[in-house]
């Protein structure tokens, strides 16, 4: 089982970054997808998650309006659109997939994203 994060980077206040998680090793259409974000001494926080078919999205406060999640099931992979960037943005963003039923979840090793001037 692998979960895959790629698109991070240094971007300056503004702008605009897409994430990508690739998945392997098992059903990526059984499970809701989710990126988190950490920063250094704060707990893990939700930023988005989508649902197995993708009709249910849900987004914290602070990313409502500027980032988007998506999913491919045909390329098992899930996104997230981050427009508008802050530096409050700044922390490690994990992809995190659950099947509900089973209550079987995986975790990526995230992907750096950095907003600074």
């Known amino acids: 089982v692998q979960l895959v994060e790629s698109g991070g980077g240094l971007v300056q206040p503004g702008g605009s970054l897409r994430l990508s998680c690739a998945a392997s090793?098992?059903?990526?259409?059984?499970?809701?997808m989710s990126w988190y974000r950490q920063v250094p001494g704060k707990e893990r926080e939700l930023v988005a998650s989508i649902s197995t078919a993708g009709g249910r999205r849900k987004y914290a406060d602070s990313v409502k309006g500027r980032f988007t999640i998506s999913r491919d099931n045909a390329k098992n992979t899930v996104y997230l659109q981050m427009n508008s960037l802050k530096p409050e943005d700044t922390a490690v963003y994990h992809c995190?997939?659950?099947?509900?039923?089973?209550?079987?979840?995986?975790w990526g090793q995230g992907t750096q994203v950095t907003v600074s001037s």
């Open positions: 995190h997939a659950l099947w509900t039923i089973v209550e079987r979840e995986y």
């Open positions: 090793g098992f059903t990526f259409s059984y499970y809701d």
